[in-house]
């Protein structure tokens, strides 16, 4: 939850672009003029029904663990962005910028393959992907990224022509939508290698 928080509430504060679902929720903060953690604690709400409707069933064991994670990590993302702005960072220059806003999407898939393979608790965002990575696409983490993206990149638009202006989308979304699916699958490869996915 650590590792998946710091890298969220990194892009937020840097405002570089966002991975995708917190990109959607910040648009949504501005939006209803509601704190990030609030929003980012409702969207998931939402997502833990879809992820029943998926399955057909509501499984309370999981849905009680999708909870358990989006609360904590709801309001760390919101804390430790706040928290970040005393280091200035949004001053940095263009490349170094650039560099630690792609490190944050790097730290979320990371973050992403450790708990999926544990599978023990997960944001329902992730839960989502996983629904969709094993039960729809036949384990393709790239292939499940993107079909999971599309629901967010619909929020954020829809947003954009409400209010006529985008927050948190710029070059480390687009590093998001396109890479953050194999960022998961090289550290299912590399990162705690004996970690398989478990309880599928």
Not at 85 to 108: A, N, R, W
């Amino acid at each position: 939850i650590i590792i998946n928080s710091l890298g969220n509430a990194l892009t937020v504060s840097l405002n570089l672009g966002s991975a995708l679902w917190t990109a959607s929720a910040v648009n949504m903060a501005h939006l209803f003029h509601m704190n990030l953690g609030n929003i980012l604690l409702l969207e998931g709400v939402a997502v833990v029904l879809v992820n029943a409707a998926l399955l057909r069933e509501f499984d309370w064991h999981r849905m009680l663990g999708n909870f358990i994670f989006m609360v904590p990590f709801s309001y760390l993302v919101s804390g430790i962005a706040q928290a970040l702005t005393i280091f200035h960072i949004q001053q940095l220059s263009l490349v170094p910028s650039v560099i630690l806003d792609v490190i944050g999407v790097m730290m979320i898939g990371c973050g992403i393959s450790i708990y999926q393979r544990i599978n023990l608790i997960l944001h329902p965002n992730d839960d989502l992907m996983q629904i969709i990575r094993f039960k729809y696409l036949h384990g393709n983490a790239v292939l499940a990224s993107l079909a999971a993206f599309i629901t967010p990149i619909t929020i954020i638009i829809i947003c954009v022509l409400l209010q006529h202006h985008i927050w948190a989308v710029n070059i480390g979304t687009v590093v998001a939508l396109l890479f953050q699916g194999a960022f998961i699958a090289f550290s299912d490869r590399y990162v705690f290698k004996k970690l398989k996915h478990q309880r599928l």
